[in-house]
T-cell receptor
Framework: GEDVEQSLFLSVREGDSSVINCTYTDSSSTYLYWYKQEPGAGLQLLTYIFSNMDMKQDQRLTVLLNKKDKHLSLRIADTQTGDSAIYFCAERRDDKIIFGKGTRLHILP | KAGVTQTPRYLIKTRGQQVTLSCSPISGHRSVSWYQQTPGQGLQFLFEYFSETQRNKGNFPGRFSGRQFSNSRSEMNVSTLELGDSALYLC????????????FGPGTRLTVL
């Protein structure tokens, strides 16, 4: 398909881990990204991973990449209320960045 | 250093009018990209300007145009507005290399009545 796919909603209890999944389209994409968008704000780059990596960890964030299945995931450990936002998966394709439609992460008390 | 700024933050127009949005990139950044964000379509790439030249273009009609000035500031123009043009318009700036991080502005919320 043409689109970067991700589920639209995810609810997680505060303190649990959140896992947001994404399927991208181009096996030759060199960079894959996770962006965060809080209400009324633009996008903030959270992390990115090169296509020759399987995993990248950055504090509470862990990115897993399965190139064979073109699957990318973002794990947020110890989810906090401040993590409530929309998370966008994106791939670099043909010198453009193609975004998924975003996953809205809702934190339950 | 100052982030990407966009003006105005909110805009209300009527069908048939035209609108110009402005984006000031981070100092030193030469690339400015524009995106349209809607609930239905998500984030869609409009175009990218680098050193006053359009370097890349998405799949939008010719009513959407842009330009970049010598100081890297960019404007986006939409003519003959349609209801479906209501969206959040985001601009992002970077140094311009293929893998340079893009920094996004807060966006301009355009409502077409």
């Amino acid at each position: 398909g043409e689109d970067v796919e991700q589920s639209l909603f995810l609810s997680v209890r505060e303190g649990d881990s959140s896992v947001i999944n994404c399927t991208y389209t181009d096996s030759s994409s060199t960079y894959l990204y996770w962006y965060k968008q809080e209400p009324g704000a633009g996008l903030q780059l959270l992390t990115y991973i090169f296509s020759n990596m399987d995993m990248k960890q950055d504090q509470r964030l862990t990115v897993l990449l399965n190139k064979k299945d073109k699957h990318l995931s973002l794990r947020i450990a110890d989810t906090q209320t401040g993590d409530s936002a929309i998370y966008f998966c994106a791939e670099r394709r043909d010198d453009k960045i193609i975004f998924g439609k975003g996953t809205r992460l809702h934190i339950l008390p | 250093k100052a982030g990407v700024t966009q003006t105005p933050r909110y805009l209300i127009k009527t069908r048939g009018q035209q609108v110009t949005l402005s984006c000031s990139p981070i100092s030193g950044h030469r690339s400015v990209s524009w995106y349209q964000q809607t609930p239905g379509q998500g984030l869609q790439f409009l175009f990218e300007y680098f050193s006053e030249t359009q370097r890349n273009k998405g799949n939008f009609p010719g009513r959407f145009s842009g330009r970049q000035f010598s100081n890297s500031r960019s404007e986006m123009n939409v003519s003959t507005l349609e209801l479906g043009d209501s969206a959040l318009y985001l601009c992002a700036s970077s140094f311009g290399g293929p893998y340079n991080e893009q920094f996004f502005g807060p966006g301009t919320r355009l409502t077409v009545l």
